[in-house]
Protein backbone atom coordinates (compact mmCIF):
# COMPACT_ATOMS: atom_id res chain seq x y z
CA UNK A 1 0.00 0.00 0.00
CA UNK A 2 1.27 3.46 -1.08
CA UNK A 3 0.56 6.39 1.68
CA UNK A 4 0.63 9.97 0.89
CA UNK A 5 1.04 12.03 2.86
CA UNK A 6 1.84 15.57 0.73
CA UNK A 7 -0.38 18.19 -0.52
CA UNK A 8 -1.21 19.80 -3.37
CA UNK A 9 0.49 22.98 -2.02
CA UNK A 10 3.10 21.66 -1.61
CA UNK A 11 3.98 20.14 -4.49
CA UNK A 12 2.78 23.52 -6.57
CA UNK A 13 5.58 25.15 -4.15
CA UNK A 14 8.33 22.62 -4.97
CA UNK A 15 7.21 23.05 -8.80
CA UNK A 16 7.73 27.09 -8.66
CA UNK A 17 10.75 26.39 -7.07
CA UNK A 18 12.04 24.00 -9.17
CA UNK A 19 10.82 26.26 -11.97
CA UNK A 20 13.57 29.01 -10.87
CA UNK A 21 15.84 26.73 -12.32
CA UNK A 22 14.95 27.86 -15.51
CA UNK A 23 15.88 31.18 -15.83
CA UNK A 24 17.20 32.89 -18.64
CA UNK A 25 20.49 34.58 -19.08
CA UNK A 26 21.69 37.45 -21.15
CA UNK A 27 22.71 36.97 -24.66
CA UNK A 28 26.11 36.85 -26.28
CA UNK A 29 27.94 35.38 -28.69
CA UNK A 30 30.76 33.18 -27.19
CA UNK A 31 30.96 30.44 -29.80
CA UNK A 32 33.48 32.16 -32.02
CA UNK A 33 35.46 34.07 -29.04
CA UNK A 34 38.44 31.64 -30.06
CA UNK A 35 38.59 32.10 -33.61
CA UNK A 36 41.78 32.12 -35.25
CA UNK A 37 43.87 30.32 -32.17
CA UNK A 38 44.51 27.13 -31.55
CA UNK A 39 41.89 26.80 -29.04
CA UNK A 40 39.35 27.65 -31.87
CA UNK A 41 38.35 23.98 -32.42
CA UNK A 42 37.99 22.68 -29.10
CA UNK A 43 35.81 25.72 -27.81
CA UNK A 44 33.60 25.83 -30.73
CA UNK A 45 32.79 21.94 -29.99
CA UNK A 46 32.32 22.91 -26.62
CA UNK A 47 30.14 26.15 -27.03
CA UNK A 48 27.66 23.79 -28.81
CA UNK A 49 27.91 20.46 -27.01
CA UNK A 50 27.13 23.38 -23.63
CA UNK A 51 24.23 25.15 -25.48
CA UNK A 52 22.74 21.91 -26.04
CA UNK A 53 22.99 20.90 -22.51
CA UNK A 54 21.87 23.93 -21.60
CA UNK A 55 18.93 23.40 -23.55
CA UNK A 56 17.73 20.07 -21.98
CA UNK A 57 18.75 21.48 -18.05
CA UNK A 58 15.96 24.23 -18.92
CA UNK A 59 13.77 21.98 -20.48
CA UNK A 60 13.93 19.19 -17.76
CA UNK A 61 13.19 22.07 -15.17
CA UNK A 62 10.21 23.04 -16.80
CA UNK A 63 9.17 19.28 -17.15
CA UNK A 64 9.81 19.00 -12.96
CA UNK A 65 8.16 21.65 -12.60
CA UNK A 66 4.62 21.09 -14.75
CA UNK A 67 4.95 17.33 -13.35
CA UNK A 68 4.63 18.15 -10.01
CA UNK A 69 2.20 21.08 -10.79
CA UNK A 70 0.33 17.64 -12.92
CA UNK A 71 0.78 15.67 -9.50
CA UNK A 72 -0.40 18.79 -7.04
CA UNK A 73 -3.81 18.83 -9.77
CA UNK A 74 -4.13 15.27 -9.82
CA UNK A 75 -4.11 15.47 -5.88
CA UNK A 76 -6.66 17.98 -5.52
CA UNK A 77 -8.83 16.39 -7.79
CA UNK A 78 -8.22 12.84 -5.71
CA UNK A 79 -8.81 14.76 -2.89
CA UNK A 80 -12.13 16.18 -4.02
CA UNK A 81 -12.94 12.27 -4.93
CA UNK A 82 -12.26 11.43 -1.80
CA UNK A 83 -14.08 13.75 0.03
CA UNK A 84 -17.27 12.84 -2.04
CA UNK A 85 -16.44 9.17 -0.14
CA UNK A 86 -13.86 7.60 -1.19
CA UNK A 87 -11.08 6.62 1.01
CA UNK A 88 -7.92 7.71 -0.14
CA UNK A 89 -4.67 6.47 1.50
CA UNK A 90 -2.52 9.22 3.14
CA UNK B 1 21.28 28.88 -23.54
CA UNK B 2 21.02 31.86 -26.06
CA UNK B 3 24.51 33.01 -23.78
CA UNK B 4 25.73 29.59 -25.36
CA UNK B 5 24.63 30.29 -28.75
CA UNK B 6 27.11 30.90 -32.07
CA UNK B 7 26.92 34.57 -33.60
CA UNK B 8 29.41 36.90 -35.00
CA UNK B 9 32.77 37.61 -33.50
CA UNK B 10 33.82 41.34 -33.60
CA UNK B 11 36.83 42.54 -35.35
CA UNK B 12 39.98 40.76 -34.08
CA UNK B 13 42.71 42.99 -32.57
CA UNK B 14 45.40 40.86 -33.80
CA UNK B 15 44.31 38.84 -37.02
CA UNK B 16 42.99 39.40 -40.62
CA UNK B 17 46.62 39.62 -41.06
CA UNK B 18 47.06 38.63 -44.42
CA UNK B 19 50.45 36.84 -43.57
CA UNK B 20 48.74 35.30 -40.48
CA UNK B 21 51.19 36.52 -38.14
CA UNK B 22 53.98 35.17 -39.91
CA UNK B 23 56.36 37.19 -39.36
CA UNK B 24 59.35 36.19 -41.43
CA UNK B 25 62.02 35.99 -38.39
CA UNK B 26 61.03 32.02 -37.31
CA UNK B 27 58.04 33.53 -34.89
CA UNK B 28 54.67 34.49 -35.51
CA UNK B 29 52.71 36.78 -33.40
CA UNK B 30 49.50 34.95 -32.53
CA UNK B 31 46.06 35.65 -33.83
CA UNK B 32 43.11 36.22 -32.02
CA UNK B 33 41.29 38.00 -29.22
CA UNK B 34 41.95 38.23 -26.17
CA UNK B 35 39.24 40.28 -24.79
CA UNK B 36 36.76 38.41 -26.71
CA UNK B 37 37.93 35.45 -24.78
CA UNK B 38 38.20 36.78 -21.87
CA UNK B 39 34.84 37.74 -22.36
CA UNK B 40 33.68 34.27 -23.43
CA UNK B 41 35.21 32.73 -20.32
CA UNK B 42 32.84 34.94 -18.58
CA UNK B 43 29.82 33.91 -20.02
CA UNK B 44 30.59 30.41 -19.38
CA UNK B 45 31.67 31.45 -15.84
CA UNK B 46 28.53 33.10 -15.26
CA UNK B 47 26.63 30.10 -17.05
CA UNK B 48 28.27 27.59 -14.59
CA UNK B 49 27.23 29.89 -11.49
CA UNK B 50 23.53 29.95 -12.76
CA UNK B 51 23.95 25.86 -13.45
CA UNK B 52 24.66 25.55 -9.56
CA UNK B 53 22.01 27.80 -8.46
CA UNK B 54 19.31 25.91 -10.40
CA UNK B 55 20.73 23.03 -9.20
CA UNK B 56 20.00 24.17 -5.63
CA UNK B 57 16.71 25.30 -7.01
CA UNK B 58 16.13 22.03 -8.57
CA UNK B 59 16.91 20.28 -4.88
CA UNK B 60 15.27 22.44 -3.12
CA UNK B 61 11.94 22.26 -4.97
CA UNK B 62 12.23 18.21 -5.13
CA UNK B 63 12.83 18.43 -1.51
CA UNK B 64 9.91 20.50 -1.00
CA UNK B 65 7.86 17.84 -2.69
CA UNK B 66 9.04 14.61 -1.30
CA UNK B 67 9.45 16.41 1.84
CA UNK B 68 5.70 15.19 3.06
CA UNK B 69 5.35 12.33 0.18
CA UNK B 70 6.11 8.63 0.62
CA UNK B 71 5.59 5.92 -1.76
CA UNK B 72 6.88 4.28 -4.35
CA UNK B 73 6.67 6.99 -7.01
CA UNK B 74 8.27 9.44 -4.72
CA UNK B 75 11.06 7.01 -4.79
CA UNK B 76 11.29 7.55 -8.66
CA UNK B 77 10.29 10.86 -8.63
CA UNK B 78 13.34 11.21 -6.30
CA UNK B 79 16.27 9.47 -8.29
CA UNK B 80 15.22 11.27 -11.10
CA UNK B 81 15.61 14.78 -9.75
CA UNK B 82 18.29 13.54 -8.22
CA UNK B 83 19.43 12.67 -11.45
CA UNK B 84 19.07 16.31 -12.73
CA UNK B 85 20.68 17.72 -9.95
CA UNK B 86 23.60 15.65 -10.76
CA UNK B 87 23.66 16.70 -14.10
CA UNK B 88 23.68 20.56 -12.97
CA UNK B 89 26.11 20.10 -10.99
CA UNK B 90 28.21 17.96 -13.19
CA UNK B 91 28.05 20.52 -15.95
CA UNK B 92 28.22 23.64 -13.57
CA UNK B 93 31.97 22.37 -12.78
CA UNK B 94 32.64 21.34 -16.65
CA UNK B 95 31.43 24.90 -17.71
CA UNK B 96 33.60 26.53 -14.69
CA UNK B 97 36.85 24.69 -15.84
CA UNK B 98 35.94 25.78 -19.39
CA UNK B 99 35.88 29.13 -18.46
CA UNK B 100 38.81 28.84 -15.85
CA UNK B 101 41.23 27.83 -18.87
CA UNK B 102 39.93 30.51 -21.89
CA UNK B 103 40.21 32.87 -19.25
CA UNK B 104 43.94 32.04 -18.45
CA UNK B 105 44.09 31.49 -22.19
CA UNK B 106 42.99 35.09 -22.79
CA UNK B 107 46.20 36.51 -20.42
CA UNK B 108 48.41 33.98 -21.94
CA UNK B 109 47.39 34.75 -25.65
CA UNK B 110 47.84 38.50 -24.43
CA UNK B 111 50.90 38.43 -23.13
CA UNK B 112 52.38 36.27 -26.16
CA UNK B 113 51.32 38.78 -28.52
CA UNK B 114 52.59 42.15 -26.59
CA UNK B 115 56.17 39.67 -26.32
CA UNK B 116 55.93 38.94 -29.59
CA UNK B 117 54.86 42.04 -30.88
CA UNK B 118 57.81 43.56 -29.40
CA UNK B 119 59.82 40.99 -30.41
CA UNK B 120 58.94 41.33 -34.06
CA UNK B 121 59.34 45.00 -33.66
CA UNK B 122 63.17 45.29 -32.01
CA UNK B 123 63.76 42.39 -35.07
CA UNK B 124 62.68 44.95 -37.28
CA UNK B 125 64.34 47.41 -36.17
CA UNK B 126 67.93 45.77 -35.12
CA UNK B 127 67.41 44.05 -38.49
CA UNK B 128 67.28 47.44 -40.28
CA UNK B 129 70.15 48.56 -38.40
CA UNK B 130 72.35 45.65 -39.10
CA UNK B 131 71.35 46.14 -43.04
CA UNK B 132 72.46 49.87 -42.94
CA UNK B 133 75.83 49.29 -40.68
CA UNK B 134 76.53 46.50 -43.11
CA UNK B 135 75.88 48.63 -46.21
CA UNK B 136 78.01 51.55 -44.67
CA UNK B 137 80.80 49.43 -44.09
CA UNK B 138 80.48 47.53 -47.34
CA UNK B 139 80.54 51.46 -48.15
CA UNK B 140 83.39 52.44 -45.86
CA UNK B 141 85.38 49.26 -47.20
CA UNK B 142 84.94 50.29 -50.66
CA UNK B 143 86.36 53.80 -50.31
CA UNK B 144 89.35 52.53 -48.02
CA UNK B 145 90.33 49.87 -50.58
CA UNK B 146 89.98 52.97 -53.69
CA UNK B 147 91.87 55.73 -51.57
CA UNK B 148 94.61 52.75 -50.89
CA UNK B 149 95.08 52.04 -54.35
CA UNK B 150 95.04 55.81 -55.40
CA UNK B 151 97.48 56.46 -52.59
CA UNK B 152 99.68 53.64 -54.02
CA UNK B 153 100.03 54.80 -57.24
CA UNK B 154 100.46 58.67 -56.18
CA UNK B 155 103.68 60.73 -57.31
CA UNK B 156 103.90 63.27 -54.58
CA UNK B 157 104.90 62.31 -51.39
CA UNK B 158 102.17 65.00 -49.79
CA UNK B 159 99.33 63.45 -51.89
CA UNK B 160 100.05 60.03 -51.11
CA UNK B 161 100.51 60.91 -47.55
CA UNK B 162 96.92 62.76 -47.60
CA UNK B 163 95.37 59.61 -49.46
CA UNK B 164 96.54 56.94 -46.99
CA UNK B 165 95.14 59.11 -44.37
CA UNK B 166 91.56 59.35 -45.70
CA UNK B 167 91.88 55.20 -46.75
CA UNK B 168 92.66 55.10 -42.81
CA UNK B 169 89.43 56.96 -41.74
CA UNK B 170 87.65 55.21 -44.03
CA UNK B 171 88.95 52.18 -42.83
CA UNK B 172 88.06 52.80 -39.39
CA UNK B 173 84.29 54.08 -40.53
CA UNK B 174 83.80 50.96 -41.75
CA UNK B 175 85.04 49.03 -38.77
CA UNK B 176 82.95 51.33 -36.69
CA UNK B 177 79.75 50.03 -39.20
CA UNK B 178 80.48 46.48 -38.89
CA UNK B 179 80.90 47.28 -35.18
CA UNK B 180 77.58 48.79 -35.03
CA UNK B 181 76.39 45.40 -37.44
CA UNK B 182 77.11 43.43 -35.27
CA UNK B 183 75.56 44.88 -32.30
CA UNK B 184 72.50 45.51 -34.17
CA UNK B 185 72.59 41.22 -34.88
CA UNK B 186 73.05 40.71 -31.67
CA UNK B 187 69.75 42.60 -30.64
CA UNK B 188 67.97 41.15 -33.22
CA UNK B 189 69.03 37.87 -32.46
CA UNK B 190 67.90 38.56 -28.87
CA UNK B 191 64.77 39.93 -29.94
CA UNK B 192 64.10 36.68 -32.51
CA UNK B 193 64.77 34.59 -29.84
CA UNK B 194 62.15 35.78 -27.37
CA UNK B 195 59.85 35.78 -30.38
CA UNK B 196 60.89 32.20 -30.80
CA UNK B 197 60.17 31.12 -27.05
CA UNK B 198 56.85 33.24 -27.28
CA UNK B 199 55.72 31.58 -29.79
CA UNK B 200 56.59 28.37 -29.21
CA UNK B 201 55.24 28.57 -25.28
CA UNK B 202 51.84 30.36 -26.72
CA UNK B 203 51.86 27.43 -28.84
CA UNK B 204 52.22 24.64 -25.54
CA UNK B 205 49.81 26.94 -23.79
CA UNK B 206 46.98 27.24 -26.39
CA UNK B 207 47.58 22.86 -27.00
CA UNK B 208 47.17 22.28 -23.21
CA UNK B 209 43.89 24.60 -23.21
CA UNK B 210 42.68 23.01 -25.98
CA UNK B 211 43.14 19.73 -24.51
CA UNK B 212 41.49 21.11 -20.60
CA UNK B 213 38.60 22.65 -23.00
CA UNK B 214 38.00 19.50 -24.77
CA UNK B 215 38.00 17.37 -21.42
CA UNK B 216 35.57 19.91 -20.00
CA UNK B 217 33.31 19.37 -23.25
CA UNK B 218 33.46 15.55 -22.21
CA UNK B 219 32.59 16.07 -19.00
CA UNK B 220 29.34 18.04 -19.91
CA UNK B 221 26.46 15.61 -19.42
CA UNK B 222 23.22 15.50 -21.30
CA UNK B 223 20.19 15.08 -18.92
CA UNK B 224 18.01 12.11 -19.61
CA UNK B 225 14.22 13.68 -19.99
CA UNK B 226 11.47 12.25 -18.22
CA UNK B 227 10.59 9.30 -20.08
CA UNK B 228 7.65 9.93 -22.11
CA UNK B 229 7.81 13.77 -21.81
CA UNK B 230 5.45 15.84 -19.75
CA UNK B 231 1.92 16.31 -20.95
CA UNK B 232 0.37 19.70 -21.23
CA UNK B 233 -1.34 20.42 -17.03
CA UNK B 234 -3.94 19.30 -16.10
CA UNK B 235 -7.08 20.96 -15.73
CA UNK B 236 -8.93 21.72 -12.29
CA UNK B 237 -6.41 21.79 -9.55
CA UNK B 238 -3.25 24.52 -8.78
CA UNK B 239 -1.44 23.71 -11.68
CA UNK B 240 -4.59 24.76 -14.20
CA UNK B 241 -4.86 23.27 -18.02
CA UNK B 242 -7.37 21.18 -19.87
CA UNK B 243 -7.96 17.41 -20.58
CA UNK B 244 -8.22 15.73 -23.39
CA UNK B 245 -10.17 13.31 -23.47
CA UNK B 246 -10.54 10.27 -25.92
CA UNK B 247 -13.26 8.19 -25.90
CA UNK B 248 -12.45 5.84 -29.22
CA UNK B 249 -8.71 5.11 -27.09
CA UNK B 250 -10.84 4.45 -24.20
CA UNK B 251 -13.09 2.24 -25.12
CA UNK B 252 -10.51 0.31 -26.91
CA UNK B 253 -8.11 0.27 -23.86
CA UNK B 254 -10.64 -0.95 -21.76
CA UNK B 255 -11.98 -3.66 -24.48
CA UNK B 256 -8.41 -5.45 -24.67
CA UNK B 257 -7.37 -6.47 -20.78
CA UNK B 258 -11.31 -7.02 -20.35
CA UNK B 259 -12.22 -9.73 -22.91
CA UNK B 260 -10.08 -12.92 -22.41
CA UNK B 261 -10.93 -12.67 -18.74
CA UNK B 262 -14.72 -11.72 -18.82
CA UNK B 263 -16.55 -14.17 -16.63
CA UNK B 264 -19.36 -14.73 -14.15
CA UNK B 265 -22.52 -15.45 -13.31
CA UNK B 266 -24.48 -12.83 -14.75
CA UNK B 267 -28.15 -15.07 -13.46
CA UNK B 268 -27.10 -14.52 -10.08
CA UNK B 269 -27.08 -10.16 -10.90
CA UNK B 270 -24.07 -9.17 -8.81
CA UNK B 271 -20.60 -12.47 -8.69
CA UNK B 272 -17.01 -11.43 -8.91
CA UNK B 273 -15.85 -10.39 -12.16
CA UNK B 274 -19.44 -9.88 -13.45
CA UNK B 275 -18.69 -5.59 -13.08
CA UNK B 276 -16.34 -5.73 -15.51
CA UNK B 277 -17.48 -9.10 -17.88
CA UNK B 278 -20.68 -7.68 -18.52
CA UNK B 279 -19.47 -4.24 -19.64
CA UNK B 280 -19.49 -5.21 -22.92
CA UNK B 281 -22.38 -6.98 -22.83
CA UNK B 282 -23.89 -3.57 -21.97
CA UNK B 283 -22.39 -1.66 -24.44
CA UNK B 284 -20.39 0.07 -22.35
CA UNK B 285 -16.71 -0.15 -23.76
CA UNK B 286 -18.22 1.42 -26.62
CA UNK B 287 -19.42 3.62 -24.92
CA UNK B 288 -17.21 5.65 -23.07
CA UNK B 289 -15.53 3.81 -20.42
CA UNK B 290 -15.68 6.24 -17.82
CA UNK B 291 -19.92 7.23 -18.15
CA UNK B 292 -20.63 3.27 -18.83
CA UNK B 293 -18.67 2.45 -15.53
CA UNK B 294 -21.84 5.13 -13.68
CA UNK B 295 -24.00 4.38 -15.95
CA UNK B 296 -23.15 0.16 -15.08
CA UNK B 297 -22.82 0.51 -11.34
CA UNK B 298 -26.27 2.64 -11.07
CA UNK B 299 -28.02 -0.54 -13.47
CA UNK B 300 -26.07 -3.12 -10.87
CA UNK B 301 -27.86 -1.48 -7.86
CA UNK B 302 -31.15 -1.32 -9.48
CA UNK B 303 -30.49 -5.14 -10.18
CA UNK B 304 -29.12 -5.63 -6.84
CA UNK B 305 -32.22 -3.71 -5.10
CA UNK B 306 -34.74 -6.38 -7.36
CA UNK B 307 -32.93 -9.86 -7.45
CA UNK B 308 -33.36 -12.47 -4.93
CA UNK B 309 -30.04 -13.22 -2.98
CA UNK B 310 -29.51 -17.00 -3.14
CA UNK B 311 -26.97 -19.47 -1.97
CA UNK B 312 -26.91 -22.70 -3.29
CA UNK B 313 -25.34 -23.67 -0.16
CA UNK B 314 -27.39 -22.29 2.63
CA UNK B 315 -31.03 -23.64 -0.24
CA UNK B 316 -28.75 -26.70 1.23
CA UNK B 317 -27.96 -26.62 4.56
CA UNK B 318 -31.66 -25.88 4.99
CA UNK B 319 -32.28 -29.37 3.10
CA UNK B 320 -30.38 -31.03 5.24
CA UNK B 321 -31.81 -29.63 7.99
CA UNK B 322 -35.08 -31.20 7.14
CA UNK B 323 -33.95 -34.21 7.05
CA UNK B 324 -32.30 -36.55 9.84
CA UNK B 325 -28.84 -35.36 11.30
CA UNK B 326 -26.91 -36.51 13.76
CA UNK B 327 -26.98 -33.84 16.98
CA UNK B 328 -23.79 -32.81 16.14
CA UNK B 329 -23.77 -32.21 12.32
CA UNK B 330 -27.60 -30.41 13.00
CA UNK B 331 -25.65 -27.89 15.44
CA UNK B 332 -23.44 -27.35 13.37
CA UNK B 333 -25.66 -26.83 10.20
CA UNK B 334 -28.01 -24.61 11.74
CA UNK B 335 -25.23 -22.49 13.32
CA UNK B 336 -23.97 -22.40 9.62
CA UNK B 337 -27.14 -21.54 8.20
CA UNK B 338 -27.91 -19.01 10.52
CA UNK B 339 -24.10 -17.11 9.80
CA UNK B 340 -24.63 -17.13 6.57
CA UNK B 341 -28.24 -15.82 6.58
CA UNK B 342 -27.29 -12.95 8.77
CA UNK B 343 -24.36 -12.50 5.86
CA UNK B 344 -26.78 -12.38 2.88
CA UNK B 345 -28.89 -10.17 4.77
CA UNK B 346 -26.29 -7.55 4.68
CA UNK B 347 -25.14 -8.39 1.55
CA UNK B 348 -27.96 -5.85 -0.34
CA UNK B 349 -26.62 -3.03 1.73
CA UNK B 350 -22.97 -3.29 1.77
CA UNK B 351 -22.64 -4.16 -2.36
CA UNK B 352 -24.86 -1.03 -2.79
CA UNK B 353 -22.35 0.87 -0.77
CA UNK B 354 -19.74 -0.32 -2.59
CA UNK B 355 -21.63 0.73 -6.41
CA UNK B 356 -22.48 4.12 -5.09
CA UNK B 357 -18.42 4.22 -4.63
CA UNK B 358 -17.88 3.25 -8.13
CA UNK B 359 -20.24 4.88 -9.34
CA UNK B 360 -18.69 7.76 -7.75
CA UNK B 361 -15.17 6.94 -8.92
CA UNK B 362 -16.42 6.98 -12.58
CA UNK B 363 -18.23 10.40 -12.49
CA UNK B 364 -15.15 12.41 -10.10
CA UNK B 365 -11.67 10.59 -10.74
CA UNK B 366 -12.20 7.83 -13.29
CA UNK B 367 -13.44 10.13 -15.86
CA UNK B 368 -11.13 12.86 -16.22
CA UNK B 369 -8.43 11.08 -15.32
CA UNK B 370 -9.27 8.23 -17.87
CA UNK B 371 -10.18 10.71 -20.23
CA UNK B 372 -6.46 11.18 -20.70
CA UNK B 373 -6.29 8.15 -22.82
CA UNK B 374 -6.56 4.95 -21.49
CA UNK B 375 -3.85 2.49 -22.02
CA UNK B 376 -5.36 -0.67 -20.08
CA UNK B 377 -8.12 -1.28 -17.59
CA UNK B 378 -9.40 -2.69 -14.31
CA UNK B 379 -8.91 -6.22 -14.69
CA UNK B 380 -10.58 -8.58 -12.26
CA UNK B 381 -9.42 -12.14 -11.77
CA UNK B 382 -12.50 -14.04 -10.50
CA UNK B 383 -12.13 -17.13 -7.70
CA UNK B 384 -13.99 -18.79 -4.75
CA UNK B 385 -15.92 -15.10 -4.50
CA UNK B 386 -12.52 -13.31 -4.00
CA UNK B 387 -11.32 -10.93 -5.90
CA UNK B 388 -7.55 -11.67 -6.85
CA UNK B 389 -5.76 -9.35 -9.10
CA UNK B 390 -6.70 -5.93 -9.71
CA UNK B 391 -4.47 -4.23 -12.04
CA UNK B 392 -4.83 -0.99 -11.56
CA UNK B 393 -5.39 0.42 -15.58
CA UNK B 394 -6.30 3.83 -13.76
CA UNK B 395 -2.61 4.02 -12.53
CA UNK B 396 -1.32 3.27 -16.06
CA UNK B 397 -3.39 5.67 -17.53
CA UNK B 398 -2.43 8.53 -14.99
CA UNK B 399 1.24 7.33 -16.07
CA UNK B 400 0.26 7.45 -19.51
CA UNK B 401 -1.04 10.70 -19.45
CA UNK B 402 1.38 12.54 -17.17
CA UNK B 403 4.48 11.32 -19.03
CA UNK B 404 2.55 11.55 -22.50
CA UNK B 405 2.98 7.53 -23.13
CA UNK B 406 -0.15 5.81 -22.57
CA UNK B 407 1.46 2.85 -23.89
CA UNK B 408 4.49 2.98 -22.11
CA UNK B 409 3.51 3.38 -18.84
CA UNK B 410 3.54 0.23 -16.45
CA UNK B 411 1.98 1.03 -13.05
CA UNK B 412 -0.08 -1.87 -11.71
CA UNK B 413 -2.03 -2.51 -8.22
CA UNK B 414 -2.30 -5.80 -7.80
CA UNK B 415 -4.82 -7.36 -5.14
CA UNK B 416 -4.36 -10.64 -3.45
CA UNK B 417 -7.47 -10.97 -0.60
CA UNK B 418 -7.46 -8.02 1.19
CA UNK B 419 -3.85 -6.90 0.46
CA UNK B 420 -2.96 -3.98 -2.29
CA UNK B 421 0.51 -4.20 -3.19
CA UNK B 422 1.07 -1.34 -5.73
CA UNK B 423 4.19 -1.85 -7.94
CA UNK B 424 4.96 1.18 -9.71
CA UNK B 425 7.52 0.60 -12.96
CA UNK B 426 8.73 3.36 -14.07
CA UNK B 427 7.10 3.59 -17.88
CA UNK B 428 5.00 6.55 -17.58
CA UNK B 429 7.48 8.32 -15.64
CA UNK B 430 7.98 9.07 -11.82
CA UNK B 431 5.00 11.45 -11.99
CA UNK B 432 2.93 8.69 -13.70
CA UNK B 433 3.83 6.79 -10.75
CA UNK B 434 2.81 9.06 -8.38
CA UNK B 435 -0.75 9.36 -10.27
CA UNK B 436 -0.82 5.69 -10.42
CA UNK B 437 -0.01 5.08 -6.42
CA UNK B 438 -2.72 7.31 -6.31
CA UNK B 439 -5.15 6.08 -8.58
CA UNK B 440 -4.05 2.55 -7.68
CA UNK B 441 -4.97 3.18 -4.41
CA UNK B 442 -8.60 4.77 -4.83
CA UNK B 443 -9.10 1.60 -6.89
CA UNK B 444 -7.57 -0.98 -5.11
CA UNK B 445 -9.41 -0.13 -2.10
CA UNK B 446 -12.34 -0.05 -3.65
CA UNK B 447 -12.66 -3.44 -6.06
CA UNK B 448 -11.08 -4.70 -2.69
CA UNK B 449 -14.21 -4.07 -0.84
CA UNK B 450 -16.54 -5.35 -3.61
CA UNK B 451 -14.60 -8.30 -3.74
CA UNK B 452 -14.95 -9.04 0.03
CA UNK B 453 -18.40 -8.11 0.14
CA UNK B 454 -19.42 -10.02 -3.29
Known amino acids: VSFFSVTPDELVAGSAV ?7 TGAAAVADAAA ?3 VEGAWAAFVDRAATASIAMDEVAVDLAKALANAAAAYARSDATAAGGLAVHR | VSALSSGASSGLTIGGDPFGGQTGFGFQVPQGNPGEID ?3 RVISE ?3 LLSSRGRDVLSGARLASAAWKGQAEGAFSEYA ?3 VTVFDANAMAYGEAAQAMSSFARELEDAQRVTGQALRECETSHGQMTSQLQAAAEHGQTASTLTQQAATAFHPQMQSELTRQAGIAQGQQDAANRAANAARGQFEAAQRQGIQAWERYQHQAQATARQVQGAAERVQMVERLPGGVAPLLAGGPGGVAIAGTPAAMATAFASPFAPIAGGDEEAGIVPGLPLSTLDEYGILTGGAASGLSAYARQQMETLEEAPHLSNRLTALEEALDGPLA ?17 LADLPAQSLSNLRQLANFSDHFAGPILGGGVDSGIRIIEGQNVVKSVSAGVGTTAGGYVGGAAGGAACTAFVVTAEIAPLCAVGGGAIGGFLGDKAGALVGGLIDDVGNIL
Open chain 2, 39 to 41: AAA
Open chain 1, 18 to 24: VGGATAG
Open chain 2, 82 to 84: GHV
Open chain 1, 36 to 38: MTP
Open chain 2, 327 to 343: PADRAYAEATASQLAGE
Open chain 2, 47 to 49: QAS
